[in-house]
């Protein structure tokens, strides 16, 4: 067996027994295994069965209440579910998709010329050209997931965390983001996607892990989302119990 020090080196995101959650209340539980370097890889799951969790605790927005999840503290992209931003803070386009540049530059830190080329070219290639001046509260919920996504490229992250990034948009907003997606993947960076659509899993993503507040399966796209997967992480939502001790003591979340 590899040892620890070589599985982390050999993975993007590296998690070992994480349990992780809220206050007392543990979200997910014991959830070991590994994200490669360069894959793309769907979480899906129920309501509820801790997706936005993981993914806030991968990019160090949540401590682990136990375990571990190391990234290698290589530069990370996160993109929050659209719903948790401020639609009314008074902003324009080209100041969201700048926010990409402050490990760069620091906060405060003046932009030059070739950030501003940066930004616009970011706009561009998310179909948004022109857009630079447009209030935040003006855009509607496609354009302003592009603006996100313009933010995520002028990033330039070797790991990208995703956040329901395809809800309430339409199918071309839709396939111009999967497009993007799969041009990160392609470029090598490691892309990590919550999602509800299996279809469109099934479709873009070549690895899936199927949370219920542990892992039901993790793997292959194709071999994870079989009707006994998708069943089991069902019947795990269903048998929740909001009153229940903080964490089953044998890690019974985990996945067989
Ligand atoms: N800030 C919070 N404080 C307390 N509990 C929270 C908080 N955020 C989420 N939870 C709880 O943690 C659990 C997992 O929530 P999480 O948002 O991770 O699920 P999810 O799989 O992303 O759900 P959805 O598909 O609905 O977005 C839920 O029981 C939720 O109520």
Redo the contacts with the bound molecule.
């Keep these: 067996m590899a040892s620890l020090s070589s599985y982390v080196a050999s993975s993007a995101v590296a998690l070992h027994d994480l349990t992780a959650?809220?206050?007392s209340?543990a979200?997910?539980h014991h959830v070991t295994g590994e994200f490669a370097r360069g894959s793309l890889t769907a979480?899906v799951?129920?309501?509820?069965?801790?997706?936005?969790?993981?993914?806030?605790t991968i990019a160090g927005l949540l401590a682990p209440m136990g375990g571990r999840c190391s990234t290698g503290r290589q530069a990370l992209a996160y993109l929050a579910?659209i719903s948790e931003m401020d639609r009314g803070f008074p902003a324009r386009v080209r100041d969201i998709v700048a926010l990409g540049l402050w490990q760069r530059r620091g906060l405060l830190g003046r932009h030059r010329a070739e950030d501003r080329a940066r930004v616009t070219d970011a706009l561009a290639q998310v179909g948004l050209e022109g857009f630079e001046s447009r209030p935040l509260d003006t855009l509607s919920g496609g354009q302003l997931q592009r603006t996100l996504f313009a933010r995520v490229l002028v990033q330039d992250a070797p790991l990208i965390l995703l956040?329901?990034p395809f809800n309430a948009i339409d199918d071309k907003t839709i396939r111009d983001l999967t497009a993007l997606i799969g041009r990160w993947h392609a470029e090598g960076r490691t892309v990590l996607t919550?999602a509800?659509d299996l279809a469109l899993v099934r479709a873009h993503f070549p690895h899936t892990l199927l949370?219920a507040?542990g892992a039901v399966a993790w793997g292959p796209t194709a071999d994870v989302l079989n009707e006994a997967n998708i069943a089991r992480a069902r019947s795990f939502q269903e048998a929740?119990d909001?009153a229940a001790p903080w964490c089953a003591p044998n890690g019974a979340w985990q996945a067989a």
Excluded at 45 to 55: D, E, H, V, Y
């Design positions: 959650g809220y206050g209340h979200a997910i979480i799951g129920p309501n509820g069965s801790g997706k936005s969790t993981l993914l806030k579910q956040d329901e919550v509800h949370l507040r929740w909001e």
